[in-house]
């Protein structure tokens, strides 16, 4: 069974950090896609950050240089360094694997997703 449990949100003042963490169970996360999306009320889920099984990553234009995606292989987590956090971040927080390892920017593209993490950022 597999399944995906994030951790790590929370509140901060712009400026910020925060590291947000993705514990997997049932597969490999290092086998397939994984990401990172977010998603505002009345909004639609955003995709954040991408790592294919190659190692190959993608980031949304809104995040490049401020957030960071990688992979403890060793603990089978995925992990969302966010620095330089803005009020404009603040969002709903998926992880999210796909069943291949190669990666796709829409949420219609995962299969797996894990329930959610809060980050709220105060300006």
């Known amino acids: 069974q597999v399944q995906l449990v994030e951790s790590g949100g929370g509140s901060v003042q712009a400026g910020g950090s925060l590291r947000l963490s993705c514990a997997a169970s049932?597969?490999?996360?290092?086998?397939?896609?994984m990401g990172w999306f977010r998603q505002v009320p009345g909004k639609e889920r955003e995709d954040v950050s991408t790592?294919?099984?190659?190692?190959?990553?993608t980031y949304a234009n809104s995040v490049k240089g401020r957030f960071t995606i990688s992979t403890d292989t060793a603990q089978n987590t995925l992990y969302l360094q966010m620095n330089s956090l803005k009020p404009e971040d603040t969002a709903m927080y998926y992880c999210a694997a796909r069943r291949s390892g190669a990666c796709h920017r829409f949420s219609w593209a995962f299969a797996y997703w894990g329930q959610g993490t809060q980050v709220s950022v105060s300006s």
């Open positions: 790592i294919a099984s190659d190692g190959y990553t």
């Open positions: 049932g597969y490999t996360i290092s086998s397939v896609c």
